[in-house]
């Protein structure tokens, strides 16, 4: 079954409004609501299977009782309707627990009823009492998201403040190792970063191709997500479709319909760029071993410029510039775009597939 999503006509007849209706949307706390999904059903997931393990026998130790009772707003998908970061531009996860105090606190009981009923719908719709499925079936309870309802009913600000402390508390003690260590920001920011290129310079159906998700497809002008309930999503003109890559979800698709359109959370095919033949190895490292490139991508890192910008910015020669520009794109380490009459570059995924804390060692140009 699908969830078909129908644009409007006169945005589908223009590529640039269709383009702009799609966003690639980076999320510390969507991924932090992933990651509890996970851990809510190790069973569906196991290719982070040591982790779940050391996560569950710390969750036991220090928060079981707050894992078990906010556990049903994440045990279908991740709960969309309290990100605020839609609309604003997000680069850590302390800035999202503002954002999701302020969110919270804002919450009005006819909101928060809507988008708990919205889980409970989908979790019927999910696990129907089918022999195939009757596991599932039998450890379905609708308790959990009535307790939740009524807390929030009770007071909604003692809600919010309990929840945003549990989340603190299990960033600190779980969450936040498992980012580090494994790079995930890099890989979301990667992610991020390669296909919002490809929709400015591809287009829309050919950076759907480039997923490389087989839950989602363009389909005779419409969008087919493929989820286990059927659904019909007619997009208005200034909606908006939110792609969040995750390291989690794998091999779930989440689909959330909110007030501005539509959050899809995919998972990052974290494989694409992550294993190099011995020959592009060398193409890479030498691209990297010389001090005027590795300024070169540290400046491009962090604004896009121009073959001439570089000049200025390096005391070098034009022609010096060229050649080592050059060198970058023949190892993929930059991209190029035409701006009018300009030839803007920037910085690829590729170095910090390679070294992930390759611009962590180097500074910040325009601090």
């Not at 299990?170 to 580090?180: A, D, R, T």
């Not at 992610?191 to 290129?197: G, H």
Request: charged content about 25%.
């Amino acid at each position: 079954m699908t969830i078909e999503v129908a644009f409007p006509t006169n945005v589908l007849r223009n590529n640039r409004i269709l383009k702009k209706s799609i966003r690639f949307v980076f999320s510390p706390m969507n991924e932090l609501f992933t990651s509890l999904h996970v851990l809510r059903n190790t069973q569906k997931h196991g290719a982070l299977i040591s982790w779940e393990l050391n996560a569950h026998e710390k969750i036991k130790n220090n928060m079981e009782k707050e894992f078990e009772f906010f556990g049903p707003l994440f045990d279908f998908s991740t709960p969309s309707f309290l990100l605020e970061l839609l609309e604003n531009s997000v680069i850590s996860i302390d800035q999202e627990f503002k954002l999701l105090q302020n969110r919270l606190n804002s919450l009005s009981e006819e909101e928060f009823i809507k988008h708990v009923s919205t889980i409970q719908s989908k979790r019927l719709q999910e696990f129907q009492p089918s022999k195939s499925k009757k596991y599932e079936w039998d450890r379905y309870s609708s308790i959990g998201i009535e307790r939740l309802s009524q807390k929030f009913l009770n007071d909604s600000r003692e809600f919010g403040e309990q929840l945003v402390k549990f989340l603190k508390k299990y960033n600190e003690l779980i969450f936040s190792e498992i980012w580090g260590k494994d790079h995930i920001k890099k890989v979301l920011i990667n992610e991020i970063t390669r296909q919002s290129i490809n929709l400015e310079k591809r287009g829309f159906n050919a950076t759907i191709i480039a997923l490389k998700n087989d839950a989602i497809h363009w389909v005779g002008h419409q969008l087919m997500l493929y989820q286990p309930f059927k659904e019909h999503v007619k997009m208005n003109i200034g909606d908006k479709i939110f792609f969040m890559p995750s390291y989690f979800v794998w091999p779930h698709l989440f689909v959330d319909l909110i007030e501005e359109g539509i959050v899809v959370t995919y998972a990052v095919d974290t494989q694409r760029t992550k294993y190099f033949a011995p020959e592009k190895m060398t193409d890479i490292l030498v691209a990297v071993g010389n001090t005027t490139r590795i300024e070169m991508l540290n400046f491009l890192k962090q604004a896009e410029n121009t073959n001439q910008g570089l000049a200025q910015l390096l005391s070098l020669s034009e022609s010096n510039i060229s050649h080592h520009l050059s060198v970058l794109k023949e190892a993929n380490l930059v991209y190029f775009r035409r701006v009018d009459r300009y030839v803007l570059y920037g910085v690829t995924p590729v170095v910090t597939d390679v070294i992930p804390s390759f611009f962590e060692n180097l500074p910040d140009y325009y601090e």
